[in-house]
């Protein structure tokens, strides 16, 4: 059994800033690319950032230069460090990873798996 656990959601005003990070556990043997989406009432759910294991990262255009994602591979964690935030920001962030389930080092499956989500409101 794997869990994805998003946390750091919250309020801020335009301009501010805000971290989320995530953390996978359970049964995992190796996790592949993690990222971060979000989706905003009546829109659909839309790519915000992704970083492979080796460190290489992606992001939505519209993020670009102000959002950082980061990982920790000893962990199993990822982060999203959100600067100069905007309303348009606002929607529920969800983590998602794609993960390699296992035991004692040897994967029996694998999939992707969300988090919860979690709320980021951004107030101009």
């Known amino acids: 059994q794997v869990h994805v656990v998003e946390s750091g959601g919250g309020l801020v005003q335009a301009g501010g800033s805000l971290r989320l990070s995530c953390a996978a556990s359970?049964?995992?043997?190796?996790?592949?690319?993690m990222a971060w989406f979000r989706q905003a009432p009546g829109k659909e759910r839309e790519l915000v950032a992704s970083?492979?294991?080796?460190?290489?990262?992606n992001y939505g255009d519209s993020v670009k230069g102000r959002f950082t994602i980061s990982r920790d591979n000893d962990k199993n964690t990822v982060s999203l460090h959100m600067n100069n935030l905007k309303p348009e920001d606002t929607a529920v962030y969800y983590c998602?990873?794609?993960?390699?389930?296992?035991?004692?080092?040897?994967?029996?499956?694998?999939?992707?798996?969300w988090g919860q989500g979690t709320q980021v409101t951004v107030s101009s």
């Open positions: 970083i492979t294991r080796g460190g290489v990262t």
């Open positions: 359970g049964s995992i043997v190796s996790i592949n690319d």
């Open positions: 998602n990873a794609e993960i390699g389930v296992g035991i004692g080092g040897e994967v029996y499956g694998s999939g992707d798996y």
